[in-house]
């Protein structure tokens, strides 16, 4: 009965006892240099445990070329690992019920045909839900030497210290370790970016605020030494120390000292890994906490392999090259040894490159002598010399923040407009000038997209900064380098340098850019910033990093050309007063990790703010923006998210008549517009930029607009009596009016409306035409409506949401277009909230058999909808459904034979449904893996489940399972299910005691099952004793479940067990209870909370 089975030579396979194997669950092949294929006999071994291999992992087979075209049979494997395979070109056909694919470092033609970026075979791959591809050298290596050192734990406090040395994509490697699965049993987990500024306290405080959740206050070392000394205690941690450039001159083992010395206090196993440059930085920490070291050294690529990288970004997206493409690749394929095969290199170079397609471009970049100095730097200089003059200022700007920091795109560009390097352009703003600039940085591989945001990386930083040291520089706490620097210098950035640094700053009497990170007191702070304020008059952008920080001074006024100020802080009250003298300013951003609603407006913000009429882009408290009197003289501002209108002079809807260069504009309170000829002076419609516009009224009644907006955030409301009338004393007629006389213009994207008390809807509301732009429409509270525009007639929208609409009882076919149109061509999104009249989808004779209805839906949502009582068939490309108290009875997928892509699908409170054919449907149903049924009193069936469907191993192939109720794990078809991942049993009131059957339906999963979540059960006094036999099971969580009196055994594979508001199992085994803790000591991490 062997479950798990690691080799190194498939044909171990064809031997017996292994030849006849059955019921592997788990194989491994890794570490074969010289296999190229499978023999044919391991074909046929495959067909064997096709029912029950549910794990494959192919690791650093070195000259494999081809895989088994009988994987494709095995039914039960859900995932499939493939590492370190790099002469593998092509994968064979997977089977359908695989879950997750991971490639890693394999040949660049699998990355090119598999990736996600429009890969030429990912449809082939397309019914996979989790897919990665991932071409990061060293990793498969790295995470075996991890592996390793875990499992040879030797009760040293800290058994394995890792270095890592050069700069072949270090830090992205070793993310990827720190993120695995493998990492999880350690807890806490730090991650410390260290680079060039090694300050003990500042590492010691970064590394306390994730822990904390915000960024701990304690103004000595030795306080936030203790503090981390109290989180450590018997903890086993992971930390990483990423990125130390310390240098030899520089190196102070006394600071090493006092950051380890904390961490002593750690449990044993814990574990530190360092990313460095510097080939004795591991070596000197070793000998702080004396301990081994081990080095891992992070070899560059081939040259074949560096070529075809450097190919890839160069020639994006070319599967078939021409004859000129192919010359220009002839030629780097001559010169990429000076490369040193570095990736990141080849990916600048790359980018470079892609730029001019000319053979004498590339020979002169190629032949240049930076890339025979054999230096990464150098060939990384190449990358930025090259830049045209203008794209340098722009490039230069972004080495002056610190390594590893996050850009964010629209703020880069907002600062090289403060700046003057971007100049308006006929037809287009200055925006999307520097967007485009943006880009072109990005394209060349300068800038890295991490999530929404960008990163630089350290070794382009390094580079950049002392290439670009003559316009701008930084000082970081030492008072040397603030000696060398020109006075003359334009941009400067100070990070966290002591008081008579920063008064130093003074001299720099033609700065342009100050950026400073300081994380000392308020009053340090700020009378640092009196006297930089007095003397640098030519500054032009102030950036303040200064958690600290409570107020700018007044003698900011000094600061005449100030177009940019940015202040990132905790504790800020208040802008100065002077701040509405600077006449130039432009851009004013405030950013706090706190809430912003916390501030008051009037304190806040100067009186007359308003006089700042360049001012193009405000980020502050909602609350304050609204406060403004008069914001129509601001007529450079592009957005206003809220403008709440007064009935009194300075607040009234014609402020907005002269500001057009809005894009986005929220308008508030618009029962206080008097009469049509107000309305019409806001003139929307010529505002040429608006792309965002949402219109709110508000209810007579402020609490209950207070209590409605709480409601709508919960997507829940259905008596609307207390609603209605509390609008009687209001002008309905006038409302339709204003509403009428509010059009936007024809570029409009995004539309809100928001407690309209009209019965009808808006004349251009009815216009196509008008509205053919538009992309996403929420209407919210429309109460009198019982019709609604035409909107399946739009071409472009993407998302439609519905809510609190009372009146309306169905969905016409003037609403999806006529017969002849194609209703909804493009949705991808629909969300229906409380329509609680809601009876008819649509009118007969308007089918979704034939596609002409919701084409392209691919999420919809329906709550409380009570009286609707069917849907006719769910869209073909459906991927997520959730319903909550809706009518219907059961669902209707569509009667074709083709596969129904639902991923997820959410049943809850739907008292009338009786069944869910999800048995009838189970051969199409390949792609779902998340089924949450709650609150469902009356379902008896899940379907017919066909005997001929079990013995063709037709399972569903669930992941994430979430029910109220026991019971239905025995229909049909979850009773034989055997993939699941995750089950969740929560909100039931009534259960006392699992049935029997469960207890033997705990047994089917015992190989799958990782993670069980107990919730909200208030009535349940025991546990199944079949948990015991859960063989996969490490994660138990027992929420509110407050008559268990008593656990029973549980699987020795249980890594985390968290129980919370359960008193008696609190009482029960309490950390210092002897005799009944000794039953969970085998469980690492133990949770229990009051």
Known sequence: MLRDLTISDPLVLLMEPLRSIASLKKLSIKGNDELVSFPNEAEQWFLKVRSSLSELYLRRLKSVQSLPSSLESLSSLQELYIGDVPMLRELPNLPPNLQQLSIRYCHPELKERYGEDGGSDRHKIAHIPHIQVLDIRGLEALEDRFEAGVAAEDGCLFPCLIELVLSMGKTTLLQHVYEDEMTKEFDPKMWVCVSNNFDVKKVIADMLEPLKKERPRLNTLKAVQDSLQTEMMSKKFLLVLDDIWEEEENRDISKWEKLLTPLAQGKTGSRILVTTQMDSVASMIANVINQKTEKFRLEGLEEDECLQLLNSHAFPRVENPPDHHKKLRAIAGERVKKLLGSPLAAKV????????????YWMTVLESNLLGENSINSILRLSYIVLPNHLQNYFAICCMFPQDHTFDKDDLVRMWIALGFIQPSQGMTMEDIGERYFDVLVKKNLLDKVGDDYKMHDLIHESVSKFFAQKCDEVVDDEKSSLKISETIRHLSVLNANLDILRKIEKFKYLHSLILFYKASDKIICNALIEIFKALRSLRLVYLYAPDLIMILEEIENLIHLRYLKIVGYSFTILPRSLSNLYHLQYIIYNSPGELGEHKGDAFLPSDINNLSNLRYMKLPENCISSIRGIGKLKSLQEL???????????????????????????????????????????????????DLTLSWRFTDLTLSCRFKDLAFSRRYTDFTSLRSSTYSRNIDLDEKVLNYLQPPKCLRNLSLQIYMGART???????????NIEKIELTACLEWETLPPFGQLPFLKSLILSNMPKVKWLESKFNGNDKYHAFPLLEVLRIFSLEALEDWFEAGVAAEDGCLFPCLVELELFDCPMLKELPSLPSKLKRLEIDRIGWTTLNFCSNSNPIPLETLMVFDCPNIASLPLADEIA???????????????????????????????HLMLSNLSISDPSVLLMEPLRSIASLKQLNIMGNDELVSFPNEAEQWFLKVRSSLCKLELLYLKSLQSLPSSLESLSSLQELSINDVPMLRELPNLPPSLKSLSICNCPPLKERYREHGVSNRRKIAHIPHIYIHP
């Open 924 to 954: 199409r149903l390949a792609a779902l893996r998340y089924l949450e049924i709650k609150d469902c009193p009356n379902l008896i069936s899940l379907g017919r489940y066909r005997e001929v469907e079990s013995t063709n191993n037709c």
């Open 641 to 691: 998210n809220m403008f709440d209108l007064r009935d009194v002079s300075g607040y009234r809807i014609g402020e907005l008549k002269n500001m057009n260069d809005l894009f986005k504009l929220g308008i508030n309170c618009l029962e206080n517009v008097k009469n049509v000829k107000e309305a019409y002076s806001a003139k929307l419609c010529e505002k040429r930029r608006l792309t």
């Open 349 to 360: 170079i790359g980018g470079v490159l892609r730029s001019n397609l000319n053979e004498r």
């Open 762 to 772: 808006a004349k251009w509301m009815n216009n196509v035409n008008l509205l053919s």
